[in-house]
């Protein structure tokens, strides 16, 4: 089992800068792949970027590039969203999921398993 633990989530204004943490511990000795997800009420939830268990190799949605980064300290633990220039359609609730293995996915259903999640808004 992992559990996952997110935090760094609140209310910020357009153009704002937000750091999401995911802490992940239990059964996390082997090599994973961490991804973020964000959903909003009455919509699936929604690929934000994917990191490799390396951290050599990051990948995102169209949607994000350029402004979202994700990166990773393999010896807390630990992975990252740093969020900059956020729109107000970045509001959600952003999820980290833990996939057991090298490679990243950037379907929700690849995932083993996930936090319980961390609200965002940006107000406008």
């Known amino acids: 089992q992992v559990q996952l633990v997110e935090s760094g989530g609140g209310l910020v204004q357009t153009g704002g800068s937000l750091r999401l943490s995911c802490a992940a511990s239990?059964?996390?000795?082997?090599?994973?792949?961490m991804g973020w997800f964000r959903q909003v009420p009455g919509k699936e939830r929604e690929f934000v970027g994917a990191?490799?268990?390396?951290?050599?190799?990051?990948y995102y949605a169209d949607s994000v590039k350029g402004r979202f980064t994700i990166s990773r300290d393999n010896a807390k633990n630990t992975v990252y969203l740093q969020m900059n220039s956020l729109k107000p359609e970045d509001t959600a609730v952003y999820y980290c999921?833990?996939?057991?293995?090298?490679?990243?996915?950037?379907?929700?259903?690849?995932?083993?398993?996930w936090g319980q999640g961390t609200q965002v808004t940006v107000s406008s």
């Open positions: 999921a833990f996939k057991a293995g090298v490679y990243y996915y950037t379907r929700a259903l690849r995932y083993d398993y």
């Open positions: 239990g059964r996390t000795f082997s090599s994973h792949a």
């Open positions: 990191i490799t268990w390396s951290g050599g190799i990051t």
